[in-house]
């Protein structure tokens, strides 16, 4: 018996779980529907789609992402930070049509003069999280295109910020002179040879003077010298980047309790071996799992 | 009366100059001849193109640059570092045809476990700037699509690196989400509006805690929370990448002699105002002025 429905909605991908009243996944559904894919006016049929033969259950439909952005089905302003469970369940934004189907707004932060911040998504991660280890302190740390880190005291999302990692990696890769230096691993070399050598190098690399504008220059100078070969820039590039990434964003956020990494893909991997080459204890939570429990938890708050 | 010939001949443009006796320029040539232009076999006929009726005088010509590298005419390998102006007048390489043209070699600095790095070109304008201001010691900024730090000590280069601050720009301005955000600057608005509150705004933020890969994404946020107009995002970009450029290179070089800014096109403009902002005394040269000089030097030297 489904009991409630819940969707994570992003740019480029739809995830659905049909849930049994103790949260138990009946069913899954996950479709290249992102936001960005969805014309005007094509969510209702992408929602179909997605979950339809779901609805008859007549259960309660909780989404998060960038379904409720300005560009998805139906804005969800941002809720203010810090954000408590019972401020997201208050905030969320009912849809006229069907109406069993309520959107989880995401967080922004930043006032006038202010550091300015956001995300969408996220947020509901963090709480699943929270909840799946039973703590109410934590950093939170989700890799990607653009990375968030999220810090939580007492239960409530009390600051977070955005790297942009993940896209400085492709975009400097496909477009910069460092990927005319890249020969794409032979197989066998394996790329997601997360704790290679060197990924491990660019990891040092990041600890170093210079900052990123000379480290990301290092990816030449070291492969024009044979000190990189060319099947290897890519790992490199990529222990720099995360490298920089996790020293730096801790010290911007100031959090003091344990990293939580929330894993999707085989992104996390990389950033497992690099909290353990720079001996930061971080701990690996699986994404569908937090996913799941996060939507729950804003949906029976909201139920309260 | 021309008594010697200096090229400068770069990746993308080559620069020459018909000079007196006793330096002074009689006669300048610039052409979109630069190495990456040219095919193998094509160097002849682009020197003659551009110097050819000089040549009648048998004056010695001297040239810097890419066309020393292993893409150029010839290759004229790195000099080890430090280098002074002996050794690069020494480890010049001398063309078959015509002899009377030498090319002045790169300096590479690092052995086996070392930090890397190249330049080609910059060396010799570091010498002429040194001699124009009549100094032994100074940190060098050559700002660029790779910018060059070159720390000088008793006339000798001894240290250097590089940060590719602008092909980061360049790219992220073309092939991010932050290109989206940009609005071209209306007539009147005008970009290189150097010192503008964009500008400045970005290089306050480079002080900040979080690192490159935030301060990047910060120029997402503060343009979706309109503290940064469409038509500001570029010189926000431009002033967070300067920004981290000039508080970290010389963190990595330990230079504490006179920054000198070697200036060519509108960009070191840009660079004064953030020197400026930031209260770090750096003084402005000529490009021309210093490379004419520098390309002097060496071959004086090598004539000793």
Request: net charge negative.
């Amino acid at each position: 018996m489904i009991a409630t429905i819940r969707l994570d909605w992003g740019t480029t991908n739809a995830r659905a779980w049909a849930c049994a009243a103790d949260g138990r996944v009946l069913d899954r559904r996950h479709a290249a529907l992102g936001i960005r894919n969805i014309g005007t006016g094509g969510f209702r049929a992408a929602f179909d789609r997605l979950v339809g033969d779901w609805l008859a259950s007549g259960a309660p439909v909780v989404m998060s992402g960038m379904v409720g952005s300005r560009q998805g089905w139906m804005e969800a302003p941002y809720a203010g930070c810090p954000a408590g469970l019972a401020s997201l369940a208050q905030a969320m934004v009912r849809l006229p049509e069907p109406e069993t189907v309520l959107i989880v707004p995401g967080v922004g932060r930043g006032g006038p003069g202010e550091r300015h911040d956001v995300m969408r998504g996220e947020e509901v991660q963090c709480f699943g999280a929270l909840a799946q280890e039973g703590i109410e302190d934590a950093l939170v740390c989700l890799p990607g295109t653009h990375s968030k880190w999220v810090s939580m005291r007492g239960g409530a999302i009390v600051d977070f910020a955005s790297a942009m990692t993940g896209e400085v990696f492709e975009v400097m890769s496909r477009h910069s002179i460092l990927g005319a230096l890249m020969r794409e691993p032979a197989p066998g070399h394996g790329p997601g040879q997360a704790g290679g050598a060197a990924f491990r190098r660019g990891l040092d690399r990041s600890g170093e003077a210079g900052g990123l504008l000379n480290h990301l220059f290092s990816a030449r100078a070291e492969a024009l010298f044979g000190e990189i070969a060319p099947e290897d820039v890519r790992d490199y590039l990529s222990g720099v980047l995360i490298g920089h990434e996790i020293r730096e964003m801790p010290q911007l956020l100031g959090g003091s309790g344990d990293i939580l990494v929330i894993a999707d893909g085989p992104l996390p991997e990389r950033y497992r071996h690099a909290f353990g080459h720079l001996g930061i204890p971080a701990r690996l939570l699986d994404a569908e799992t937090v996913t799941v429990a996060g939507l729950g938890l804003v949906l029976e708050r909201a139920n309260h």
